[in-house]
């Protein structure tokens, strides 16, 4: 089993926050995250898109969903009732569930959505739903998908999320 151990000496623990930087040689999402690595213990995708980003700016760009900060988020151009986040892991994996976090301020945006994949030929719903709490998990049966994707079907405006972490089944 691969696994990191990061050890931090006593005297070098702050109280209120202690940083560790890691330096990875080459390029860090070439590499496959270790089990339970990452946001929420969530499946590490290889490439986040999206239908639309808040006036193409970078801060809010889809991979801010998936970067593991909850202070950053992915957001659409106000007006936008309709919106897509796709998630590509690089090869399939399996999974049970997954994690959205919203921005509490705009929460209640999404009015309907469904969770999808893709199957070779089209997406396919695998879970569809209605409004997305500030944070909530969404259980589905276990399935294998390389790439999976956030529908938003319906929205009263502009959607908006801090993260979202798929989470592998066993």
């Known amino acids: 089993d691969a696994a990191l151990e990061i050890s931090v000496p006593a005297a070098a623990v702050d ?14 999402m070439a590499v496959d ?3 339970g690595a990452g946001a929420g213990q969530g499946v590490r995708a290889k490439k986040v ?8 700016d970078s801060h809010y760009a889809a991979g801010k969903v998936a970067d593991g900060d909850p202070g950053s988020r992915w957001a659409t151009d106000g007006g936008v009732t309709a919106a897509w986040l796709e ?12 994690v959205i976090e919203g921005e509490p301020s705009y929460v ?6 469904a969770l999808e994949r893709w199957d070779g030929q089209g997406w396919v719903a695998f879970s569809v739903g209605t409004q997305i709490a500030e944070q909530a ?11 999976v994707r956030l529908n938003i079907t319906a929205a009263t405006d502009g959607p908006t999320l801090n993260e979202i972490s798929w989470l592998p089944a066993k």
């Open 33 to 35: 995250p270790l089990p």
């Open 87 to 98: 998630f590509d892991f690089g090869k399939p994996v399996k999974l049970k569930s997954v």
């Open 108 to 113: 209640g945006r999404i009015q309907k959505y």
């Open 137 to 147: 998990e969404i259980a589905f049966e276990a399935m294998e998908a390389q790439r």
């Open 49 to 56: 898109t999206a239908s639309n980003v808040f006036q193409q």
């Open 15 to 28: 109280p209120i926050a202690t940083h560790v930087i890691l330096t990875v040689e080459g390029d860090p």
